[in-house]
């Protein structure tokens, strides 16, 4: 359980470094093709961790809290993965290379529901892909006495998506205005 939560902590750590490495490849270096093979790396990490995870369980671990954090990591990574280095990209290129600021998110009205609604459409895709990763992990071990935290954790993503709409609906419903001076 404890080298599962670490393996986490070293793939948010190593997505990060090969972020900032390809972003300053990129940039600084200027060696745009060592820049996208370190920016490629990036969400590769999760490979590690879902082979680490599946060798863990295939060894005869009970799957814990552990095992499912490690699938939503990996859901949640390949889903929000390509916005934040988008992101970084942006501030990195205004920062260092003489790129426009990049566009703040909408705070107001229907151009903030519209970004809340496809921020809750990509935790969707995210919790469809840890649950998929959870059910093949269910179905690879076989055992439900051996799985229960896994299913648990199938129950606890549908209920952050679920809150998830409820914050995407409010916006639509109530949408936030501008402060008047």
Not at 21 to 36: D, N
Not at 70 to 79: E, Q
Not at 91 to 97: Q, V
């Amino acid at each position: 359980m404890v080298v599962i939560v670490q393996l986490i902590v070293a793939c948010e750590i190593l997505f990060w470094v090969f972020l900032g490495a390809g972003l300053i490849a990129r940039y600084l270096l200027r060696l745009p093709s060592v820049g996208t093979a370190l920016l490629i790396g990036a969400p590769l990490v999760d490979v590690v961790l879902l082979v680490a995870t599946a060798i863990d369980l295939r060894s005869g671990s009970t799957a814990s809290w552990s095992h499912g954090l490690a699938a939503a990591y990996i859901g949640f990574s390949v889903a929000f993965g390509h916005s934040i280095i988008r992101w970084a990209d942006g501030r990195f290129a205004h920062r260092f290379a003489g790129a426009p600021a990049p566009a703040k998110p909408p705070r107001y009205g229907r151009a903030r529901a519209v970004r809340e609604w496809r921020e809750f459409g990509k935790a969707v895709v995210a919790s469809a892909i840890a649950c998929g990763l959870l059910f093949a992990a269910i179905t690879f071990v076989d055992d439900p006495s051996r799985t229960a935290a896994l299913t648990d954790w199938i129950r606890t993503l549908g209920v952050v998506v679920a809150l998830w709409g409820v914050v995407a609906a409010s916006y639509t419903v109530a949408p936030a205005r501008a402060k008047s001076p």
